[in-house]
């Protein structure tokens, strides 16, 4: 009886073990793709595979925002966990597109070195922490991913760059490949796939040693240039020009998300792996192809086309399998989320604006995660309260939306809803108010550009 009692009391132990075992992570980031460019949104043209597959073991995330509509901005909100606004990153850093009297251009432009990272946090609770791909958070020596909390590092420091190796120094010395700090050559093959391989090498690594990793792996996919091998576009017979290529490119990013799963399965780490897919903004159709449907606008607009995005999130044991959660979630809840997910007590997040999304997901938490979020870029600003939205342009008077009715933002009803409206309008500048001054500036002209990339691809005359 007395052994028997020890064999019981050593297989409740095991199984507390079991439970109590931190999760690996796995962060999935897309870059410029379209709302409607998977099969798990409805595409009937794109061939999405293994992200639909994610999507039938976890949940979709119908109402996802990123933190800004552009790429830099969007990623200094995420990596944060916070509202990049606060800390002066309001615009995005893209060399050369900068305005003379900018307070800073080329590689200074980057991530505050006082904000916390993601990567900071979770090594705090012993994880094993890597970054692939797209870095676009800061240039300069002091920005790099190795200074921010991540062990390892493989991709490039700026923000776009051919899928291709350079045979020639690029324009942008920010867009060469480099390996963990200050080791540069170019790839071999087509990059989203190399990326991909690349991770794979960490993750057994860290299996094998059984220690919890979070791996980052930050697809310059789908952002232009417009590259793709000949066989993904063979896959395609019936498009043609940015349509097809943008499908290829979509194609491998699918490809590469796919191995990463499948690795997860083949070392049996699968069902303690957090894998998250999601994408920085809305899909810029003007430039790549990309389609936000049925939504209104595309990158670099306050509409939803510019700030919605796909989310994707299956954790195994903690997450319904197969699932769709529909009210409103941030990008800079995925600090946090990872966080406590990792062990992480609760009082060490302070000063962010994330929450956790998992107990709001599987119904410890009825309220809303998010009751107000907002949006800005100079005069432009966007605000969402409950499911209206108030969106500020700098080139005619705001508007406000109920979004439950109107998710394509075709009926202003701040007439029929004036009191709603100014008060609205009121706190959205109350929070404006609170902000830090932009710590770059981009030429001016953007402005305009984005205000007729908006009307472009605002479907009011589209009858479908």
Known sequence: MKNLFVLICVITSLQ????????????????????????????????????????????RFTQAYVTHPTCGPSRAGLITGKSQYRFGYEENNVPGFMSAVSAADGAEMGLPVEEVTMADYLKKQGYATAFYGKWHLGGADR?????????????????????????????????????????????????????????????????????????????????????????????????????????????????????????????????????????????????????????????????????????????????????????????????????????????????????????????????RPHEVLFWKRDARAAMRKGDWKLVRFPDRPAQLFYLPDDERELNDLSASEPGRFKQMYKELFAWEATLERPRWLLKKSYEKADIDRMDAYWHKNDEN
């Open 143 to 367: 920005f790099h991913p190795l200074k921010r909390g991540f062990d390892e590092f493989y991709g490039f420091r700026g923000g776009a760059r051919d899928y291709f190796p350079y045979e020639a120094e690029p324009t942008e010395s920010l867009n060469k490949m480099e390996r963990n700090f200050g080791l540069f050559e170019e790839h071999t093959g087509y990059l989203t796939d190399v990326l991909a391989e690349e991770s794979l090498s960490f993750i057994e690594r860290k299996s094998k040693s059984k220690t919890p990793f979070f791996a980052f792996l930050s697809f310059n996919a789908v952002h232009t240039p417009m590259d793709a091998t000949e066989e993904d576009l063979n896959q395609f017979p019936s498009l043609s020009g940015k349509r097809k290529i943008v499908a290829a490119m979509t194609l491998a990013l699918d490809r590469a998300a796919g191995k990463i799963m499948n690795k997860l399965s083949e070392l049996g780490i699968a069902e303690n792996t957090i894998v998250v897919f999601t994408n920085d903004n809305g899909g810029p159709s003007d430039k790549n192809g990309s389609d936000n449907s049925p939504l209104s606008g595309i990158k670099s607009t306050h509409l939803e086309g510019g700030i919605r995005v796909p989310f994707l999130m299956r954790w195994p044991g903690h997450l319904k399998p197969n699932t769709t959660y529909d009210q409103p979630i941030s990008t800079f809840d995925l600090l946090p989320t990872f966080y406590l997910a990792a062990g992480g007590p609760v009082h060490d997040l302070k000063d962010i604006d994330g929450v956790d999304i998992v107990p709001f997901v599987n119904g410890k938490k009825t309220e």
């Open 16 to 59: 507390v073990g079991v439970a109590q075992e931190q999760p690996n992570i796995v962060l999935l980031f897309a870059d410029d793709a379209g709302y409607a460019d998977f099969g798990f949104q409805g595409s009937t043209v794109m061939k999405t595979p293994n992200l639909d597959k994610l999507a039938k073991q976890g949940v």
